[in-house]
């Protein structure tokens, strides 16, 4: 799913158009952390 040596993750969203509890952004935020890998996320 993720090359190799990834070291952070961008994670852009829009919450007036999207939400901001979507079921793929948790789902996203809960892998990454399982995986120790960072997210950078910008909301807005």
């Known amino acids: 799913m ?3 040596n990834v070291v952070a993750i961008l994670y852009l ?4 158009v999207y ?5 793929s952004a948790q789902y996203l ?9 960072p997210v950078i996320a910008w909301n807005t």
Not at 13 to 16: S, V
Request: glycine share 14%; hydrophobic share 40%; net charge negative.
């Open 2 to 4: 993720l090359p190799e």
């Open 19 to 23: 939400g901001s509890n979507a079921a």
């Open 29 to 37: 935020l809960q892998l990454t952390g399982y995986l120790g890998i």
């Open 13 to 16: 969203t829009n919450a007036e």
